[in-house]
């Protein structure tokens, strides 16, 4: 199976998967911010299994192992806008947000529907409009 992934920045980058199938283990070493442009992916940890679509947009823990499942669907490859959410864009993020003071461990993946949804659609759909 071929894999291609196209760096937008050090921390964006379009990820595709041509043909087949693709499984890997993995633990993430950053928080990553997913959009789905087109294919599935089913992504099972010890606690759920997840299917994510064309026009997901959801965020996978770091230091969290999970199996990740991808595949092409309609004819179409597996392809996601994928950004590293790292310490500095984090910070960054959060430091023109109000936060209340309140640790709720995160250990499973979410889907992203909250507030900030906005944000980051935005800016992923700036990266890929970049693309064109």
Same mark, same amino acid.
């Given at each position: 199976m071929e894999h291609v992934s196209k760096y937008i920045t050090p921390e /964006? *980058?379009?990820s595709c998967y041509e043909d087949k199938f693709s499984r890997t283990e993995i633990?993430? $070493?950053h928080h990553m911010l997913i959009w789905f442009i087109s294919g599935e992916t089913k992504i099972v940890q010890s606690d759920a =299994?997840? /299917?994510? *679509? =064309?026009g997901d947009i959801f965020l996978i823990p770091r230091n969290k192992p999970a =199996?990740? /499942?991808?595949?092409?669907? $309609?004819?179409l490859?597996? *392809?996601t806008v994928v950004m590293l959410l790292t310490e500095k864009i984090l910070r960054e993020?959060?430091?023109s947000v109000e936060v209340k003071i309140k640790v709720t461990?995160?250990?499973? /993946?979410h889907s992203i529907?909250?507030?900030?949804?906005?944000y980051w659609s935005d800016r992923l759909s700036a990266v890929v409009k970049d693309l064109r």
């Open positions: /964006i *980058k379009l633990v993430f $070493d =299994t997840h /299917i994510f *679509k =064309t =199996t990740i /499942i991808n595949y092409p669907k $309609d004819g490859p597996h *392809k993020f959060y430091s461990p995160m250990s499973r /993946i529907i909250y507030p900030h949804q906005n």
